[in-house]
């Protein structure tokens, strides 16, 4: 039995968010542990962390065949299947080279959900609340990282020194829960649509209450045409949609948020907190990430996606700058400074309201259905290795210089105003737009 609704069929796919947000969290509380267990310094440990990192690259920029070829939905049943191995494997792991290949095989999922459920969620969403549905993703995300810590934060201690292996166990549940669930979806109506299944995609379509959308979609020759001739995203045409998606991508990553995500009780830790408060105040991260989110959810359908990113790029310039003068102080009266965890918490405030909830919606909604599989990946891949940069040079460079974590901050936050110039004078606004208004505005014929 199919379910009718686009909120909960949106809900559903949204899952593999929850799991993206856990998996690339939950590491934050095994990291510094597992450097211990398996003697890694700072070089290999940030290759451990990145090793998932690595495989979120692979899987953002080969899951938009399969997307395409095979459809959206037998690609999100593989993206459970990946989860759960991870989970168990990792738990499981008797040597550092097995965890790091299950490490990056929840990589590899992260990666292809990070692409395939946004465009799914997009191509099944009434336009007057795309945003908020594409939106659940990020939600999802934010709400992964938030149990993640809090599970770590429970789980510290328990088992003695396996303590960490429980605590990448938890993931399992959920990535079970997403697989059975997945049954009570359908297939992306545009995906049908595309693929020349027309009567099944009008099925959906109307099972949704959207059969006005196919006054919009072209059922014509010509649409399909270019969906089967697997057409090149980089000929020339796409560049506007290209550049706004590798760009956004890549300030997103830029801001740092994935070296505090991964290694939030270690910079709590550089901030003069002991092992229990460092803890502790990485579920104040989640939480705060996890409340704004809802608060951009609530109305990135109604002031759009551009004034959103705006507010944001300004609050994380000022709440990064702050922080790396916090840095930097410490370094020079060698005493602790509480303040650093209001400016990290107000960083990741303006981060869930605005970046957090924005890339994955407007990545979704700018390419046309012929290529929206390969913009989605582009996206994905981009934020990746980007990810995987930052996430792996982060303990290199705060354990080789005493003012590692004021040098870093400081770039952070000049990347953030770069962005806000960005947004500000070159990106689009997508609001309340069907996808295929957006391919118009955008000259995309």
Known sequence: ??????????????????LFGFEVSVI???EQTIQQLWKLDSFWLGFTVASSLIGTVLGSIAVGKPAQSYGRKPVLFTIAILYL???????????????????????????????????????????????????????NIVGGILVAYLTNYLLAGYGGNDSWRYMLAVMAVPALLFFLLLFLIPESPRWLIGKGFDKEGRQVFERLGQLSVLQEISLT?????????????????????????????MFNQLSGINAILYYAPRVFAMAGFDQADA?????????????????????????????????????????LILTASAFGSMHESGSQNPFILV???????????????????????IFPNAV??????????????????????????????????FYSFVFYGIMMLLSFLFIWRVMPETKGKSLEQIQAELGIK
């Open 1 to 18: 039995m199919l379910l009718k609704n686009a909120s909960h069929i949106a809900l559903i796919a949204a899952l593999g968010g929850f």
């Open 28 to 30: 934050s509380g095994a």
């Open 85 to 139: 191995v991870s989970a168990l494997g990792c738990a499981a792991a008797s040597s550092w080279l097995f965890f790091v290949l299950f490490r990056f095989l929840g990589g590899v999922a992260v990666g292809a959900s990070s692409v395939v459920g946004p465009m799914y969620i997009a191509e099944i969403a009434p336009a007057h609340n795309r945003g908020r549905l594409a939106g659940m993703f990020q939600l």
């Open 221 to 249: 020759a010509k649409d399909k045409t270019e969906t089967g001739r697997k057409e090149s995203l980089f000929n020339g045409k796409y560049k506007k949609p290209v550049f706004y998606a590798v760009l956004l991508a």
């Open 279 to 319: 803890f502790q105040q990485s579920v104040f991260i989640g939480l705060a990430n996890f409340v704004c989110t809802i608060l951009a959810m609530g109305i990135i359908d109604r002031i759009g996606r551009k004034k959103l990113l705006l507010i944001g790029a300004a609050g994380m310039t000022l709440f």
């Open 343 to 365: 400016y990290i918490v107000g960083f990741i405030a303006f981060f869930a309201f605005s970046q957090g909830a924005v890339i994955w919606v407007f990545i979704s909604e």
């Open 372 to 405: 929206r599989s390969q913009g989605s990946a582009l996206g994905s891949f981009t934020h990746w290795i980007m990810a995987a940069i930052i996430s792996w040079l982060f303990p290199i460079i705060v354990e080789s210089d005493p003012l590692g974590g």
